[in-house]
């Protein structure tokens, strides 16, 4: 096994997600704000990568949210890879209840799924993912080795400062209570700079960033050009 394939999964996060696993489609559940998010993702992400006919990946993919939803959007196929097997179960089960024929889900790590078929998707998405990871820095090189040459990669996870605490700890797990406590540890959250650095390093070059901010008047999700909570980056190989 080589450095890069050498476990980077934290069994606690894969075991939660787990328990909550038959969850996945329940919109008004715990997984409601990421069924929120999601058109607005998928429309950023088709707007920049060009959806129709794509080879595409979805890393950390879950119960499929955003994979299916790329699957619908005209993807040639889409490939969606998790470490939680009951997440995939539930994924299988929905995308085979609504016929989605494009689409297929493996238990692999990303890391060896890069060693097995290096540049072969035309779009990489890995979202909401890399603050779940204990190296975030080797998803990132995973999906750098897997996007083809002229392919683009997206990332979307959460800024590490005192408003994303008060946002996404204190408002969205202990008051308002729209995931559930201890869905997030702040300290992993990641900030721009340096998902930079490590998209950098990987040999990719940052070409847009985005925020995604919930505003609770309209009680709707936004895309927005600050990147101070939830962010959306898009790379390509430099
Ligand atoms: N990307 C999906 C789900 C986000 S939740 C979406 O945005 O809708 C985070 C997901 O990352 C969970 O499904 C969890 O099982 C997965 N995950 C955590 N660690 C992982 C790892 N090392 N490899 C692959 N998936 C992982």
């Excluded at 998928?42 to 707007?47: A, E, K, M, N, V």
């Excluded at 196929?77 to 939680?84: E, K, L, N, P, Y």
């Amino acid at each position: 096994m080589t450095a890069e394939t050498d476990r980077n999964v934290d069994d606690n996060e894969i075991a939660k997600f787990s328990r909550i696993a038959d969850k996945w489609w329940d919109k008004s559940g715990e997984f409601k704000p990421l069924h929120d998010i999601n058109p607005l993702r998928l429309g950023y992400i088709d707007r920049l990568g060009k959806l129709s006919g794509k080879q595409v990946l979805d890393v950390g993919c879950g119960g499929g949210i955003l994979a299916e939803s790329m699957a619908r959007h005209g993807a040639a196929c889409v490939t969606g890879i998790d470490m939680a097997e009951k997440s995939l179960q539930v994924a299988q089960a929905h995308a085979a209840t609504h016929n989605i024929t494009n689409i297929e889900y493996r238990c692999l790590p990303v890391e060896e799924l890069a060693e097995q078929v290096p540049h072969s998707f035309d779009v990489v998405t890995c979202m909401e993912m890399l603050e779940h990871v204990p190296d975030p820095a080797a998803i990132v090189r995973a999906c750098a080795k897997l996007v083809k040459a002229d392919g683009m990669v997206f990332f979307s996870t959460i800024n590490r400062n005192p408003k994303s605490y008060l946002h996404l700890i204190v408002g969205a797990e202990h008051i308002l209570k729209f995931v559930p406590k201890g869905t997030h540890d702040w300290q992993k959250f990641i900030t721009p700079a340096e998902l930079a650095r490590m998209c950098r390093s990987a040999g990719l070059d940052i070409i847009d960033s985005k925020g995604m901010s919930y505003n609770l008047l309209s009680r709707q999700y936004l895309l927005t050009d600050s990147t101070d909570t939830n962010y959306m980056i898009t790379c390509r190989p430099a």
